[in-house]
């Protein structure tokens, strides 16, 4: 009866992980077979890993980019995943009436346990009610008094003083500097100063204050994860873990943050204090309560320094390896410095298109955001480029394949040619335009900071270019770049010297429009090609002899320009 009863038992155990495995099966495959006839990387449809090892990789916006050049404008990069690059597709998920609400995606954006932000917030309403109270703060408009070019020039007066105190490199002497740092602080102190009516002090005592950024970088693998896997959120802001979480007692990190943050809002809500000209006061006026100001000084440092930072690096790297177009730039830039302030304002950047064509070149190929912002599709489902997507499915937008796909911009996609802003005709260009807008969101989600961060690059660009040469030291390997959520950029060292700002004889600016005479000149207008080059190498059937007295390929554009 016992050899019985153990045989039972035995059959019994095999029985029941029979079944656990059966379901298993079944559900895995149900997963599968929802979305079989979407393409996609082999095994994505499977499990999660073909997301994780492009994560854990660094490069995971070349990882995305590379599935939808090889599977078209929708790939299935997941079992309930899939990534968009269609410009339209994007714009009427994140319209004002579309059906579609955040993915699971957004709740990695939690900071503090249980409290959600304008980023995390996926409640339609209650996101709704937050974006209206933030939104006057960041209108662009005087708020009794404040605006933000000022805070804007006061600290890139800052960054200019910092470059001119220690690193300016007189004929003969070098004075190496790590353009990606610096940049770093100068958003920081940017956003500091818009946003609270003071700077950080990263510019003044040129450090890494409280470690903020090394401990930044050092997190990108945990941030990866949490990426593709969300729902660790709620794991580790769950004891015991969230005891290994940064605390606002921490002297360094965003543990330092999070004591900035609270001590600052307190110190602005408390009885007697006198309102001050900023952000803050802006949104204390429109209602935000201490919860909410102190999530929204968490948003303003990571997601603002972040993005304008690493826009500005790589719109820098873009023009000072592309001779041609800097000196267009600088052609156009010396026309008119004598005529502009300093810094260059607001209004006056409105009258310099080729400087307003390298950014959105710049930011077109390069923009800050690495993460995929994946939207919910409502419960009846949608059709997406062809492919009917059922209720549920997770549908990601790829920005860095946006921005270099040939479905939208051509076959030199992969091509700095700020000229392409400027040749194309109204309907191309509106088209366009309507592409370059995705990388700030759009509709219900699109990026509050966006008129900050255009103002600040468009007057930095100027200003830095106007008055520096830079020179790459590592052409091999001009800048270091990681992709987490957003991009980050390390070891871009330069050579800065002043410039003589005498006028380069015979250049003119590429504006696209017909010379009165008829007379048309060369306008180069293509990435320089150089072994090693992050902006991409210039396609091979492009390639020309090189100009005389340079040791870099050009693409040879012919254009009509006006005489300037």
């Known amino acids: 009866m016992g050899l019985l009863a153990d045989l039972s038992f035995t059959r019994l155990c095999l029985v029941a992980v029979s079944v ?20 996609g ?21 070349e990882h995305l980019k590379r599935a939808a050049d090889q599977f078209g404008p929708l790939v299935r990069i997941g079992p309930n995943e899939l990534l968009s690059t269609d410009p339209d597709v994007l714009r009427n998920m994140s319209a004002v009436r579309s059906t579609y609400t955040k993915g699971a995606f957004y709740m990695s954006g939690r900071i503090v346990p249980d409290v959600d932000n304008v980023v995390s917030e996926r409640n339609e309403v209650k996101h709704k009610a937050m974006k209206a ?37 007189a004929p ?125 000084v968490f948003i303003s440092i990571i997601a603002g320094s972040n993005s304008s930072a690493h826009a500005l690096r790589m719109i820098i790297l873009s023009i000072i390896t592309n001779p041609p177009a800097h000196a267009s730039l600088l052609a156009e830039i010396r026309q008119h410095a004598s005529s502009v302030r300093m810094p260059i304002s607001w209004a006056q950047i409105q009258t310099l298109p080729y400087l307003q064509a390298v950014i959105r070149e710049g930011l077109r190929m390069w923009p800050p955001l690495a993460g995929l912002g ?16 059922p209720g549920g499915t997770q549908v990601g937008q790829g920005f860095h394949a946006v921005g270099r796909s040939r479905l939208v911009w051509g076959d030199d996609a992969d091509m700095f040619r700020p000229e392409r802003w400027l040749l194309a005709e109204e309907s191309e ?40 040469d830079f020179a790459i030291m590592n052409p091999e390997k001009p800048i270091n770049i990681q992709a987490s959520v957003f991009l980050f950029a390390s070891d871009f060292w330069v050579r800065i010297s002043r410039r003589n700002n005498q006028d380069l004889e015979g250049t003119k600016v590429c504006t696209g429009k017909r ?42 554009r012919f254009c009509q320009v006006s005489e300037l």
């Open 172 to 296: 003969g002497e070098t004075r190496p500097v790590d353009l990606a740092e610096k940049t770093q602080f100068f958003a920081l102190d940017a956003i500091g100063d818009v946003s609270f009516g003071e700077p950080f002090g990263y510019l003044t005592q040129d450090e890494d204050l409280y470690h903020y950024n090394e401990i930044n970088v050092s997190s990108l693998s945990a941030m990866n994860v949490v990426s593709v896997y969300p729902w660790l959120t709620k794991i580790v802001h769950r004891w015991p873990l969230k005891l290994l979480l940064p605390r606002e007692g921490d002297q360094v990190g965003f543990g330092r943050l999070m004591g900035f943050a609270t001590q600052f809002v307190r110190r602005r809500l408390a009885e007697g204090a006198a309102p001050a000209k900023d952000m803050m006061q802006a949104h204390i006026n429109n209602g935000m309560n201490e919860e909410e100001l102190i999530q929204q």
């Open 515 to 556: 010379d009165v005479m008829g007379i048309g000149i060369i306008c180069l207008g293509a990435t320089a090609y150089m072994p090693g080059n992050p902006l991409g190498e210039t396609m091979k059937r492009y390639r020309r002899k090189p100009a005389t007295g340079s040791t870099s390929y050009a693409l040879l």
């Open 374 to 389: 994946f939207k919910q599709v409502p419960p009846e489902g949608d059709t997406i480029s062809g492919f009917f997507v």
């Open 20 to 39: 656990v495995i059966a379901g298993l099966g079944t559900r895995q495959f149900r997963r599968w077979h929802r979305l079989r006839h979407i393409p």
């Open 429 to 468: 260009l509106k088209r366009m335009t309507a592409a370059w807008d995705t990388h700030f969101g759009h509709g219900k989600y699109v990026c509050l900071g966006k008129p900050i961060a255009l103002m600040e690059i468009h007057k930095a660009v100027f200003e830095l270019i106007k008055r520096y």
């Open 133 to 169: 109270k933030m939104t006057p703060g960041y209108s662009g408009k005087e708020n009794e008094g404040f605006g933000f070019e000022a805070g804007l020039d006061r600290q890139l007066l800052n960054f200019i003083a910092l470059i001119d105190r220690k690193y300016t490199s």
């Open 41 to 61: 990387p082999r095994g994505a449809g499977w499990s999660t890993w073909w997301q994780l090892s492009g994560a854990l990789s660094g490069r995971y916006h």
